[in-house]
Each structure stands twice: as structure tokens, then as C-alpha cells.
């Protein structure tokens, strides 16, 4: 019995040594996976906001916002750290797009910002993004377009993310 098994004996090793070669594959793909990343929506429509986070949530962890005071709170206190933030240029009562921006350079300079407007003022934008935008998207946007303007601001994987709040 045993003399039939051995002409099989090289085959199960090969077999067991895929096995292992599969495995080895898989852990290193588990590892190279860049962590999700996380972007941060401030706007005070709940219809725009509730849309932009259906659209981004499928990708990117999303943290949606009604206002900059709160957003600025919890990103001050170190309890959110998003990759890119998206806010509206009016918000009522609360800081506009171009405060929020100089107002998060002393907190986080590394992350950017994309402002959204309905307005479309040149100087306003012009003005935003000389103060540190990352970009100005007007209002109506194709969501597509918007999809394209978040990629291409993100880091492209989790290695390339600044370090941040690093003593």
C-alpha cells in the first residue's frame, strides 16, 4: 500500500506548497491595502450633505457636519483627523470657506480643502485658494466631476499620508 503512494507524494507537496505560496499571497495583499480614507463634509443643507455622503460612502469613510464651529471643535480636540475636508463657502452664521481655511492651518495644515459655492465670484475663489484651498468647485457640480477633484487632492495611498500631530 505504501509503494502506491508514493509517485503521489510530490504532487501533495506541490499542492501544500501552492497552498502556502496562496496564503502568503493573500497576508500580503491584506497588508498592502492602504487603510480607508476619511473625508469630512461640512454644509448646512441637510439635502446636499445627506447626498454627498450616500455619493462618497461607498469609498471613503465620510463624516458629515452642519457647521465649521463643530467641525473645528473636534478637529482641534484630535477626535476627527480626515484626509480631505469638502465645506460650503456660506454657512450662515458660522465661519465662511475662506476663515475656515486660514482658521485650520493653525490646527492642521497638511489637510486639504475643497471650498463648494453656488456663488461664482472670481475674487472669491481666486481668494480662497490663494489662502490654502486645495480647490473651488461651483454649485451646480457633476458629481463625477467632484469624485475626480477628491482624488486627485487625496494622497494616493496611506503611505503618502502627512504625518500629522507627530511630537
Do not use: H, W
Amino acid at each position: 500500500m505504501i509503494p502506491n503512494l508514493l509517485p503521489r507524494i510530490p504532487i501533495a507537496l506541490k499542492v501544500i506548497a501552492a497552498c502556502e505560496r496562496f496564503e502568503l499571497k493573500k497576508m500580503e495583499t491584506m497588508q498592502k491595502t492602504p487603510r480607508q480614507q476619511t473625508l469630512l463634509l461640512i454644509d448646512d443643507s441637510p439635502m446636499i450633505r445627506n447626498f454627498l455622503q450616500a455619493f462618497f460612502s461607498e469609498e471613503y469613510t465620510v463624516l458629515a457636519y452642519s457647521s465649521t464651529s463643530k467641525a473645528l471643535e473636534d478637529l482641534s480636540e484630535g477626535t476627527v483627523s480626515p484626509d480631505c475636508i469638502l465645506t460650503d463657502f456660506y454657512l450662515g452664521k458660522d465661519l465662511n470657506g475662506l476663515e475656515f481655511v486660514q482658521t485650520l492651518k493653525e490646527i492642521d495644515p497638511a489637510i486639504p480643502v475643497m471650498i463648494l459655492s453656488g456663488s461664482c465670484d472670481m475674487k472669491q475663489k481666486v481668494e480662497c485658494l490663494e489662502n490654502g484651498a486645495a480647490d473651488f468647485v461651483n454649485k451646480p457640480f457633476s458629481p463625477l466631476e467632484l469624485d475626480a477633484r477628491v482624488r486627485n487632492i487625496l494622497p494616493v495611498s496611506a503611505n503618502q499620508i502627512p504625518y500629522r500631530n507627530v511630537i
